[in-house]
C-alpha cells in the first residue's frame, strides 16, 4: 500500500468511526443525561453502571460486571487483536454538589467512542475494552483496579475530561497532581468547660492549631503545591471540653518526590499541635495514592489531529494544570491520555454548581460526541501506525513485569 492507499484508508475508517458515533447519538446523549440527572457516590454507582452496560451489551461487548471486587465496575469487551485498547469509563459524582466534574461527559465520550470502534475492532487488529471505573472522585478505582489486574495486558489507556472554557485542546506537556488524603486524629481528655477546664486536655484546640500551621506553611512551599483540609469533627457541646478531633488533609504535587516532601511538613504541623496541647495524634490513609498524570506523546499527537478537523484551539499549554486524577496511576504503567475536554461557555470552575448545570447542557453534549470520535480516531490511528502499535504492544501491562522492576 501506498502512502496515498494508506492516508484514504485512514480516512475512510475515520469516516466509519464518525459515522457508528452518530447512529449512538441519541441512545448516549439519553445515558449521559441521565447519570447527570442521578449523581451516585463513589462505590455507590449502581444505576450509571448499569446503564451503561446495558447499552454496551446492545452494542455488541460482552460484559463483566464486578471487575476486581468491586460492584459497580466493570469490563465490557469486543474483538480479539492482538493488542489492547482500553477506554476508562467514570461515572461518580461529588458529594452534595452532583456531577460538578463532568463525569457524565467522560462517560458518555468513552461510551460513544467504544460503540464506534467495537465493529471495527478486528478490522483494526484490537482487543477493546470499555472499563468502567468507579470512585474517582475519592477512593481511586484505577488504582484498585490496577492492582487486582484489571488491566493486564493493556498496551494503551485513553479517556477525557471536561474543563471550563477556553483550555487548549492540546494534552502535550500537561499533567495532573499527585494526591495523598489523610485522617488526623487528635486524643484528648474531656472535663467540664466550666467547673475544671484545667482538667481537660482540649482536642479541638489541637484541630484549630493544625489548620494554623498549615496555613503559615503554605506562604512557604512552592506554588504549584497543594494542601487542603477541614475539620470533620471537634466536638458535640460546649460546656465539655472535646476528647477527640478529627480533621480530613490532603496534599498535592507534580512529582512524587515533592509530594513525599510536602507530605513531611504537613505531618508537622499536625505533629506540633499535639505536642502543643498533650493530645495524642494518629495520622492514617484514607484512600489509595494517586499518582502524577503522564500523557503519551504519540497519543497527543494523533488527538491533536483530530481536535484540528473540528478546529479546536490545540496551541501548546502554558504549563502544568492542577488537580489530580487515579488516571494518573494507569498512566504510571501504561501509554495514555487524558486530554481535557473544553466546553463552551463555562467560565466558571470545575466542583461549582455552577459548572454541574453547564454539563449538562447542548454545547457539552456536543463537545462530548466530538470527543468520542476524537477517541475513535486517536485509537484507530495508534492501531494502524507500525511504529505505535510496535510501542503498545511492548508496553502491555504486567503486573508480574511490573512487580520485578520494583
Not at 456531577?99 to 467495537?118: K, T
Not at 498496551?155 to 477556553?166: A, I, K
Not at 501509554?335 to 481535557?340: A, D, E, G, Q, T
Request: hydrophobic residues 45%; contains cysteine; glycine residues 10%.
Amino acid at each position: 500500500m501506498n502512502p496515498t492507499d494508506t492516508t484514504r484508508a485512514g480516512a475512510d475508517v475515520h469516516a466509519e468511526l464518525a459515522a457508528g458515533v452518530e447512529s449512538w447519538r441519541g441512545k448516549v446523549h439519553d445515558l449521559a443525561r441521565d447519570i447527570h440527572a442521578h449523581p451516585e457516590l463513589s462505590f455507590e454507582e449502581v444505576r450509571a453502571a448499569a446503564g451503561i452496560t446495558e447499552l454496551l451489551r446492545e452494542g455488541g461487548f460482552t460484559v463483566e460486571t464486578g471487575t476486581s471486587g468491586l460492584p459497580t465496575a466493570f469490563t465490557a469487551t469486543a474483538g480479539s487483536g492482538e493488542l489492547t485498547v482500553a477506554l476508562c469509563v467514570e461515572y461518580d459524582a461529588l458529594p452534595k454538589i452532583g456531577h460538578a466534574c463532568g463525569h457524565n461527559l467522560i462517560a458518555g465520550a468513552s461510551v460513544a467512542a467504544a460503540l464506534a470502534l467495537a465493529p471495527l475492532a478486528d478490522k483494526l487488529g484490537i482487543t477493546l475494552k470499555a472499563i468502567g471505573t468507579p470512585a474517582e472522585e475519592h477512593g481511586g478505582g484505577k488504582s484498585l483496579m490496577l492492582e487486582a489486574g484489571a488491566f493486564d495486558g493493556v498496551g494503551l489507556s485513553l479517556m477525557v475530561h471536561p474543563v471550563q472554557d477556553g483550555v487548549t485542546y492540546n494534552p502535550a506537556g500537561t499533567s495532573a497532581q499527585a494526591v495523598g488524603r489523610y485522617r488526623a486524629t487528635f486524643t484528648g481528655k474531656a472535663s467540664h468547660a466550666a467547673a475544671a477546664p484545667h482538667l481537660g486536655v482540649n482536642a479541638a484546640d489541637a484541630a484549630v492549631l493544625s489548620q494554623v500551621a498549615v496555613g503559615l506553611l503554605r506562604q512557604q512551599i512552592p506554588g504549584d503545591h497543594r494542601v487542603a483540609a477541614y475539620v470533620a469533627e471537634a466536638g458535640h457541646a460546649t460546656n465539655i471540653i472535646p476528647e477527640l478531633a478529627v480533621v480530613e488533609f490532603e496534599c498535592r504535587a507534580f512529582t512524587m518526590p515533592a509530594y513525599e516532601a510536602l507530605l513531611v511538613r504537613v505531618r508537622r504541623c499536625f505533629e506540633g499541635a499535639a505536642l502543643a496541647t498533650g493530645t495524642t495524634l494518629e495520622i492514617e490513609p484514607t484512600e489509595p495514592l494517586y499518582e502524577p498524570l503522564l500523557q503519551d506523546d504519540g497519543l497527543a499527537a494523533n488527538w491533536i489531529a483530530a481536535m484540528e478537523v473540528f478546529g479546536k484551539d490545540t496551541t501548546p499549554a502554558a504549563g502544568m494544570s492542577g488537580g489530580s486524577t487515579d488516571m494518573g496511576n494507569i498512566s504510571q504503567v501504561i501509554p495514555s491520555l487524558h486530554p481535557w475536554l473544553s466546553i463552551p461557555g463555562a467560565d466558571v470552575g470545575i466542583h461549582s454548581h455552577a459548572f454541574a448545570a453547564l454539563a449538562d447542557t447542548p454545547a457539552a453534549y456536543d463537545v462530548m460526541f466530538e470527543a468520542a470520535k476524537a477517541l475513535a480516531w486517536t485509537t484507530a490511528d495508534a492501531a494502524t501506525n507500525p511504529t505505535q502499535r510496535s510501542r503498545f504492544m511492548a508496553a502491555a501491562y504486567s503486573r508480574d513485569t511490573e512487580d520485578s522492576r520494583a
